[in-house]
T-cell receptor
Framework: QKEVEQDPGPLSVPEGAIVSLNCTYS??????FMWYRQYSRKGPELLMY????GNKEDGRFTAQVDKSSKYISLFIRDSQPSDSATYLC???????????FGGGTRVLVKP | ETGVTQSPTHLIKTRGQQVTLRCSSQ?????VSWYQQALGQGPQFIFQ???????GRGNFPPRFSGLQFPNYSSELNVNALELDDSALYLC??????????????FGPGTRLTVT
């Protein structure tokens, strides 16, 4: 069993819809959580990070962490075709230490 | 402020050869981490360097080695290349564990193809 599980998709939504992404994890030692966006053949771009449980909002993006359920989510409001990419969740046990990634979810926003 | 840069962009090598990949960290960052991303998968942690010392290693064999220089740039060396080493190699820089900061910023990657 992988430490971090993520549905590979693809997830196809119409432009303007809410995109809902999530990851589950098995190791309760994870303390901080990140979401990255990766376009084809490019490096991952940091979108959101949260420490411990709770919600965080930044523009069209909302990240949620539920440590009791070992479940994290990312919501993208008013999705645009430019949001079409692979979204990776990542988590770490100590500040500045290694990140453990999910396998990524491919998202396609159709105009 | 400059971001993370990596060179070369693409590389084709033959099985058994050796390769060196390079990374320049973001301005002000003293920690560099290397990841391997196979096609269709998430990145896998190779190792991390903090102030020129190895600071953690993932489940990769010793033929994967690295260096960090006084200016915090870094190299990843892979000896005796195997076909399965074909992947996107990503470098990420961060402020390091003593800063209490945990964001890691990635470069564009080096795509290695082993034939």
């Amino acid at each position: 069993q992988k430490e971090v599980e993520q549905d590979p998709g693809p997830l196809s939504v119409p432009e303007g819809a809410i995109v809902s992404l999530n990851c589950t994890y098995s190791n309760s030692a994870f303390q901080y959580f990140m979401w990255y966006r990766q376009y084809s053949r490019k490096g991952p771009e940091l979108l959101m990070y949260t420490y411990s449980s709770g919600n965080k909002e930044d523009g069209r993006f909302t990240a949620q962490v539920d440590k009791s359920s070992k479940y994290i989510s990312l919501f993208i409001r008013d999705s645009q075709p430019s949001d079409s990419a692979t979204y990776l969740c990542a988590m770490g046990k100590a500040a500045g230490n290694k990140l453990t990634f999910g396998g990524g979810t491919r998202v396609l926003v159709k105009p | 402020e400059t971001g993370v840069t990596q060179s070369p962009t693409h590389l084709i090598k033959t099985r058994g050869q050796q390769v060196t990949l390079r990374c320049s960290s973001q301005s002000g960052h003293n920690t560099v981490s290397w990841y391997q991303q196979a096609l269709g998968q998430g990145p896998q942690f190779i190792f991390q360097y903090y102030r020129e010392e190895e600071n953690g290693r993932g489940n990769f064999p010793p033929r994967f080695s690295g260096l960090q220089f006084p200016n915090y740039s870094s190299e990843l060396n892979v000896n005796a290349l195997e076909l399965d080493d074909s992947a996107l190699y990503l470098c990420a820089s961060s402020l390091g564990s003593t800063s209490g900061s945990y964001e890691q910023y990635f470069g564009p990657g080096t795509r290695l193809t082993v034939t």
